[in-house]
């Protein structure tokens, strides 16, 4: 089975300041199809998890343009420009290659300073 | 946008059964192309995927609770539903319906989730 590790697993930034999280995953989510198949949540207090990213890269419909994804293989980053106060929550990285999908990384909680 | 709401009790006692549905709205569920899924949130912890089904009635279970668990589908009401049999306090989780897109390859919409406890 497929090991998505996140890093950190906490992290508080000041409004205005970047952030980053790492997501390793312990086999390749390269696909044949030339697709990788790398996917990015986020879970506010009390909500649902939302969709950020897909496909490493794509920002999903209406997520802001200071979140962007980046990585290949088995080495990813989601990383927030500026970050807001609206942007509080645990965010997880999840892989999509071996189906069904469902194996999520441990979440990350950012918090603001 | 498509939209869903979970339904169902929030208390289920030990061994008995507990009973979800999924209501879809703003998509139809009989025009393919998506895997309705049940994914669960244990307290405090990570996410577990349970299960999905196809519109045509093909389902595939998380192996580690394929025994007990039946998601079945109702095209006519735009529902798919969830039973977990045989529960325990294990089972006491946020409970959370999802589509499935891609191959499914991952989930782009979301319920609001419902909270099942398993208590006497």
């Known amino acids: 089975d497929i090991v998505m590790t996140q890093t950190p697993l906490s992290l508080s930034v000041t409004p205005g300041q970047p952030a980053s999280i790492s997501c390793k995953s312990s086999q390749s989510l390269l696909h044949s199809d030339g697709k990788t198949y790398l996917y990015w949540y986020l879970q506010k207090p009390g909500q649902s998890p939302q969709l950020l990213i897909y496909e490493v890269s794509s920002r999903f419909s209406g997520v802001p343009d200071r979140f962007s994804g980046s990585g290949s293989g088995t080495d990813f980053t989601l990383k927030i420009s500026r970050v807001e106060a609206e942007d509080v929550g645990v965010y997880y990285c999840?892989?999509?290659?071996?189906?069904?999908?469902?194996?999520f990384g441990q979440g990350t909680r950012l918090e603001i300073k | 946008q498509v939209q869903l709401q979970e339904s169902g009790p929030g208390l289920v006692k030990p061994s008995q059964t507990l009973s979800l549905t999924c209501t879809v709205s703003?998509?139809?569920?009989?025009?393919?192309?998506?895997?309705w899924s049940w994914i669960r949130q244990h307290p405090g912890k990570g996410l577990e995927w349970i299960g999905y089904?196809?519109?045509?009635?093909?389902?595939y279970y998380n192996p580690s609770l394929k025994s007990r668990v039946t998601i079945s589908v109702d095209t006519s009401k735009n529902q798919f539903s969830l039973k977990l049999s045989s529960v325990t306090a294990a089972d006491t989780a946020v409970y959370y319906c999802?589509?499935?897109?891609?191959?499914?390859?991952?989930?782009?919409?979301w319920g609001q989730g419902t909270l099942v406890t398993v208590s006497s």
């Open positions: 703003g998509g139809s569920i009989s025009s393919g192309g998506y895997y």
């Open positions: 999802a589509r499935g897109s891609g191959s499914p390859n991952y989930y782009d919409y």
């Open positions: 089904i196809y519109y045509s009635g093909s389902t």
């Open positions: 999840m892989q999509g290659i071996h189906l069904p999908p469902g194996t």
